[in-house]
């Protein structure tokens, strides 16, 4: 079994940026793919971005590409988004996920099925 744990949400105006950690206690990732969700009030939990096991194949939601980066240091059992150019519209818990595969592909990267264990969330809140 493996615990994660978000960090680094926060409150931050239009434009600006954010870097969120998630980091394994317990165990490792167990050489798995990681991604990022988020789910704002009302709304299904949506994929953000996805990085595969050994880091070299990343993917991203339309809504985020090019404002987004995911990355992971598997020494240190940590996962990282980089946030910038932040819209309202990104206003949402975001949660770290370890998935079922090593090397996910397409429709595999979104649902959340395919994703065994969950962080708690960390709150990013946009303000406009």
């Known amino acids: 079994q493996v615990q994660l744990v978000e960090s680094g949400g926060g409150l931050v105006q239009a434009g600006g940026s954010l870097r969120l950690s998630c980091a394994a206690s317990g165990r490792t990732f167990d050489r798995r793919a990681m991604g990022w969700f988020r789910q704002a009030p009302g709304k299904e939990r949506e994929f953000v971005a996805g990085?595969?096991?050994?880091?070299?194949?990343?993917y991203y939601a339309d809504s985020v590409k090019g404002r987004f980066t995911i990355s992971r240091d598997n020494g240190k059992n940590a996962l990282f988004l980089q946030m910038n150019t932040l819209d309202s519209e990104d206003t949402a818990v975001y949660y770290c996920?370890?998935?079922?595969?090593?090397?996910?592909?397409?429709?595999?990267?979104?649902?959340?099925?395919?994703?065994?264990?969950w962080g708690q969330g960390t709150q990013v809140t946009v303000s406009s």
């Open positions: 990085i595969n096991w050994s880091g070299d194949n990343t």
């Open positions: 996920a370890r998935a079922l595969m090593m090397n996910p592909y397409g429709k595999y990267w979104y649902d959340t099925r395919e994703y065994d264990s």
